[in-house]
């Protein structure tokens, strides 16, 4: 069974930063795929970011790009997601999670169906 810890979030003001940690358990971290995705109140739970295995391979969504960075320590089995110039809109609780794959190369995983284990969630507060 493989659990994922998310922690680091909390309230910051617009234009801050935070860096979000997923610790996981289980010694098949890194030979998977690691998603961050958020969620906020009535929307859709929405994908942001994913590294690969080895870390060599990541992808964004537009909305985050230049902004999140997506890290990984497979020595630690923890998956980061750094957010700077944080804005209101980014409010949302944010989840980690582990992809079916290695490296999510071809169509990329952004669908949750490409992923099995989630953590609990971080909730994250921008305000203006």
């Known amino acids: 069974q493989v659990q994922l810890v998310e922690s680091g979030g909390g309230l910051v003001q617009a234009g801050g930063s935070l860096r979000l940690s997923c610790a996981a358990s289980?010694?098949?971290?890194?030979?998977?795929?690691m998603g961050w995705f958020r969620q906020a109140p009535g929307n859709e739970r929405e994908f942001l970011a994913l590294?690969?295995?080895?870390?060599?391979?990541?992808e964004y969504v537009d909305s985050v790009k230049g902004r999140f960075t997506i890290s990984r320590d497979n020595a630690k089995n923890t998956v980061y997601l750094q957010m700077n110039n944080l804005k209101p809109e980014d409010t949302a609780v944010y989840y980690c999670a582990r992809s079916r794959y290695n490296d999510c190369s071809g169509n990329g995983c952004s669908g949750l169906h490409e992923y099995d284990y989630w953590g609990q969630g971080t909730q994250v507060t921008v305000s203006s």
């Open positions: 289980g010694r098949t971290f890194s030979t998977y795929a």
């Open positions: 590294i690969s295995w080895n870390g060599v391979r990541t």
